[in-house]
């Protein structure tokens, strides 16, 4: 259970968990005790003067705060040491972000400009991180991990542009005096940490009276937690750092005692940024506690009769649904074309536009920022129930369009390959490396028929073919097959350690019970799977990768000789097979390479 709640499947599974909770709280019996248990007032009394909020907006001005801050931490490391400081690896994303605000925004208007819902126009430009990173990982091995870096960079810069929204645009009767307490007790955190002035707890103090002096303002005091957020400081371990604590923790070893251990425990901590060190303590309370209770405090709506009935005519609703389902898909999609048109970035690793599409059409599903303007955007109860609705069933269909996208993409054709670029190649149509001693061979040595398969333990079409040359087996049990390896790195980010574990197994006498495994298991393959696989059938793994690296760039290298540039390529007795992969169609081709049996001299003389 703990492994699975570390996962993005699993926060996102809590998160769903929390919002389908809200939503049967205020569509069951007690109903009513939804709005009021959120509306419970909590606060301080001391010497007459109070203060206080209801439960509602201690979670959206407290809790949320906590969010936004693990946010800032996000950005300002991505700015320092990540992905955002390649100028030509942020581009794309961030223009497509910038579409993805734009066009949103646009169709929403389109439909409520100088309505009684225009200021909610805000409510659909924002991608939720949390769902879009769990749709993902259901997605599974159809999602590359370039598409995912590619769409977590996308949502880093969606949450900045949303951020600034909220600022510029949803954010109104200020108090001057308490802006200007806020400003000066940001500028006295920026002078400590100029000064390299670290101790936690005169931050934690300030950080408070910023976020009080913001509420205060009427400046929303989430943005407190996105400005505390990107000055934490952040850097990449330093080499003498680095040395110091294993010097450290070397002494520890040599004459474990407590004060050693104190110190090797602070010298190896301070190797380590502040930034990336909160983001660990703090992204799971974010994720699993924050978030969920901000989804069961805000997503309580009424889905009966007549609050449907006045959603389906609304043209807020329809502004939102239509806005994150064709807005987000548009909008990312032209953001990316653009850049990309004009040579301004390029993206990682070697996607292809079906993916970019899925990517996109999932980017529509709105929810935590979403649900968060709708609260600043609107004070009439009703528009806030017509937005809800619009939200819930516009992320419920942008996520079933961004999977019926990569389905369509996964399954079109039936050969994995990277996009080509260059104009098409004749290829050979023989086997340019004889089956040898080296290679992994199933069946007899006398086999009238020997089929050669170039596969890879990521690609959906070898893991259909498995299941067909299987059957073929059974059919043919005289027939020999052959597996070489032709990982495609670029497509299947697996594919390369699962072929190594594969090689383990070999080396221990099991690879045809891995490459069965494997195969079982083509959604499931990150290192973790692949050593528990390992462990299940008694082997060891990573035994001898520089020995099992040298056999697959042997295999890849007599494919690409054979003219393999696709996975799976079948090769029948040493010849290029270019029918279907189904069974009957196999079948009949190893039938038609069988030897003619001379019938009897009766039968020929009659």
Known sequence: ????????????????????LGLLWANSPWADTYEQFWHLTLGLSFNGNEFSLDLRHWVNDGLMTVFFFVIGLEISREVTVGQLRDRRLIAVPAVAALGGLLVPAGIYLLLNAGGAGAAGWGVPIATDTAFTLGVLAVVGARC??????????????????????????????????????????????????????????????????????????????????????????VYAPREHQVMLAGEAVQEFTSMPNARL??????????????????????????????????????????????????????????????????GKLAGITLGTWLPLRLNWGVLPGNLVWGQMLGGAAVSGIGFTVSLFIVDLAFTDPVLRSDAKIGIIVGSLVAAGLGWLIFRMAWDQGGVCAPPRTE?????????????????????????????????????????????????????????????????LRELHPHAAAAA?????????????????????????????????????????????????????????????????????????????????????????????????TPAPSHERDA
Not at 513 to 534: F, K, V
Request: aromatic letters at 8%; hydrophobic letters at 50%.
């Open 500 to 596: 190594l574990v594969a090689e383990d197994a070999a080396a221990q006498g099991r690879f045809w019970e891995m490459h069965d495994t494997l195969y079982a298991n083509q959604r499931h393959l990150t290192d973790t799977d692949l050593e528990r696989y390992a462990r299940e059938l008694g082997v060891e793994p990573w035994l001898d990768v520089p020995g099992h690296l040298e056999h697959i760039s042997a295999d890849e290298e007599s494919g690409r000789a054979s003219g393999v540039r696709g996975t799976p390529t079948i090769f029948l007795n040493g010849t290029r097979y270019h029918g279907r992969h189904n069974l009957e169609s196999l079948s009949d081709a190893v039938e038609a390479l069988r030897p003619v």
């Open 144 to 233: 590359p991990e370039p598409l995912r870096a590619f769409l977590l960079t996308l949502a880093i810069v969606d949450d900045v542009l949303a951020i600034l929204v909220i600022a510029i645009f949803y954010t109104d009767d200020l108090s001057v005096t308490a802006l200007i307490w806020a400003v000066v007790l940001l500028a006295l955190i920026v002078t400590l940490r100029w000064l390299r002035f670290w101790r936690a707890p005169a931050y934690v103090i300030l950080g408070l009276a910023l976020w009080l002096a913001a509420l205060i303002s009427g400046v929303h005091p989430t943005l407190v937690g996105i400005a505390l957020g990107a000055l934490v400081l």
């Open 261 to 326: 251990a104190v110190q090797a425990a602070r010298t190896v901590q301070q190797a380590v940024s502040v930034n990336e060190r909160l983001q660990l303590r703090l992204h799971p309370w974010s994720s699993y506690v924050i978030v969920p209770i901000f989804a069961l405090a805000n997503a309580g709506v009424r889905m009966d009769g007549p609050s449907l009935s006045h959603a389906a005519a609304s043209l807020v609703t329809w502004g939102i649904i239509l806005g994150l389902v064709f």
């Open 423 to 487: 104009p098409e190649e004749t290829l050979p149509e023989t086997l340019a490396v004889p089956v040898h001693e080296g290679d992994h061979v199933r069946g007899p040595a006398d086999a009238p028929v020997t089929l050669v398969e170039y596969g890879d333990f990521e690609c959906p079409y070898c893991g259909r073919l498995h299941e067909v040359l299987e059957q073929l087996r059974e059919r043919h049990p005289d027939l020999r097959l052959v597996f070489r390896h032709f990982p």
């Open 1 to 20: 259970m703990r492994t699975f709640f570390k996962t993005e499947v699993g926060s996102t599974s809590v998160l769903l968990g929390a919002t389908v």
